[in-house]
Structure formats: C-alpha cells, structure tokens
C-alpha cells in the first residue's frame, strides 16, 4: 500500500495498545515502524540492482514476518534497557511495535503487487489482490481516528477512536475479500462455458476502489481480459481476447530475469516483440494496453534470442481519459458492442 495508508495504519495499532498516557508518542512511534519496511526501496536503489532485481526484491527482506518479528524483540528489547516509557509499561509497547511492524507486509498481501512474507523460505510473493495499492475508502478512517487521537491524547475518546477506525478499516478488507469472491464465482462460471474454469486466472479491483475488479485468464494464446461491477454486472463476464507471443517467451524461460519474474508474478506476464526486443509486461498492474511494468529482456539475434541486461521501458498512456471511464463503469454495464466481447 501506499506510504500514508502504512503511517496511519502503524500509527492506530500501535495508539491503540500503548497506555493512555503514551498515546501521542506511540502515535508517533507506530507511524515510523510503520512505514520502516519500505526503507528497503532506496537500499535497493544504492545497491545497483537491474530493474528486474529491483522489482522482485521489494517486499523481500523487509515485508519477510521472520525478520520482522525478531526485528521488533531487539527494537523493544533495545528501549526496554535504555528506560523511560517502554520500561514503565512494558507489554503494551511489546505489543505497540510488533503491531506496527507486522501489519504492514499484511496489508501489502491483499494488493496484487506480491509480498515475501516467508522469506528466505521460497514461496512465491503472496498477492491475495481484493484492495488497489491506494483505496482511500480504507485509508481515510484511519487518517482521521489519529488526528483525533492526537487531539483528544490520554482521554478515553482517543481510544474509542482507534479502536473504531481500526474495526472499520478491518471491515473493509473483509469487504473486498467478499467482492472478490463474488468476482471470481462469475468467471469461474463464464470460463465454464468457454472450458476454461481450469485455466490459470486472477482478480484484481481496479484503480482506487473494489466495486470494479478486473479478471485475466491465461490462454496457449495469450490471454483474455474482462470487468466485472459488483455494482451492476449481471450474466457472464465478457472477455476480450489478446494474443501473448508464447513461442518467444518459451524460448527464453532459461534466462535468470524470467525466471525471476515468472516466480515473482506466477508467470501472469505478456510477450511481445517490440524494435527488435523481447518486451515482458506484468499483466496484473494495468491494463491493456498500459501496464506499469514492461522489461526488455532478450534482443532478436538470427532465428533466436539474445539474452540482455534488463531494460525497464515505459511508453505514455493517457490516465486523465481512462480513469473518469472507469468510475462510469463501475455504475453502468456496457452494451454487447462496447464490451467488445470475444467471440
């Protein structure tokens, strides 16, 4: 998620569980434990990586629950000698700052993005995909229930404010865990008819909100693409289909970068030939045709493919026309001609 939802997030558990008299400086506290996974980005950066490396070892490491949880030990073991508050009411801020640490690799789980919570144990990056990296309907409670436990301090109206913005945030994950499974209990049915409800697919709401999701199913050819409203959709989903050079992709699967992202994205990726490159497209961040993250990773040589150093390439798509259609969407369902179903 984005950096204000993991402070605010950080800030309530940790104000929630502190002592009434702590509260601002657990507030404080929580908001910077909370946000101390993503310290990893600019130490990815110093350390050179190739965009590949970069892409597949943020949330690693720092989003791991066995490097957070004795992380938190030392970090409350370290105060706990030093005295002051963490020595004068010991087993909240226990609980203050392992919260504010674990919570935020969880919350990063429900994005689709992928997060290495067992590492350096090798499965792949969990993506339970139900929330946008940015959702304001989740952030802005909590956003609020810290400025007003900021304001109100020790008094008990603070307390009832984190606990209720907590609860409401909470509830809202559970929300879009059931929009998703009504998603993906309507392209289970609509693949049935196609004989593909075995084909590898998943879900994913679509930019800053979960009453709008968007399915991919990989085909031998590509891939098929559709939405689904949980507001207004009825019937079976109406995919488009895209093609997926398959052929190319297959004659690289040996190279260290698509191993790499094949792990890291369970191979839900496009293929496509571009100036002479083998162009690889994460298909779960975008949508056709835009997608946030595009590699180059192999140049045409003769017949075959040439491995290369992996170029992240981006080429402009227009947010400002596809976004307001989006929020249309969500409250209309398109005709059979607008939906441009495939046959």
Known sequence: MDSLTQIVLGAAVAGAVAPARHRRAA??????????????????????????????????PSHSLLVLFPLAVLIWAFFH??????TEAPKPWFWAIVLALVTHPLLDAFTVYGTQLWWPLPPAPAMWSSVFIIDPLYTLPLLVVCIVAWVKHWRP?????????????????GWS?????????????????????DAPRFSVPMPFTTFLWRVVVMTPEGFLEGERSVVVDEGPIRFREYFSDSRALNGVADYEAVRRLRWF??????????????VLSDLRMGAEPDYS???????????????????????PWDASRRLPSLWRRIWTTPTDDAAGAAP
């Open 293 to 315: 993250f595009r590699f180059a990773v192999a140049a045409r040589e003769g017949e075959g493919w040439r491995e290369i150093p992996p170029e992240q390439l981006q080429w």
């Open 81 to 86: 000698r030093r005295g002051g508050r963490v």
């Open 27 to 60: 507030l404080l506290a929580g908001a910077g434990l909370g946000t101390l996974p993503d310290l990893d980005t600019p130490i990815l950066w110093m350390l050179g990586l190739d965009p590949v490396g970069h892409m597949t070892w943020h949330r690693g």
């Open 265 to 278: 994205n369970r191979s839900f990726m496009k293929a496509e030939v571009r100036d002479g490159k083998l």
């Open 157 to 173: 109206a603070a307390q009832t404010a984190l606990v209720a913005g907590l609860a409401i945030s909470t509830a809202y994950l």
């Open 177 to 197: 865990l059931v929009a998703k499974a009504l998603v993906e209990r309507a392209a289970e049915q609509s693949l049935a008819a196609r004989g593909l409800q």
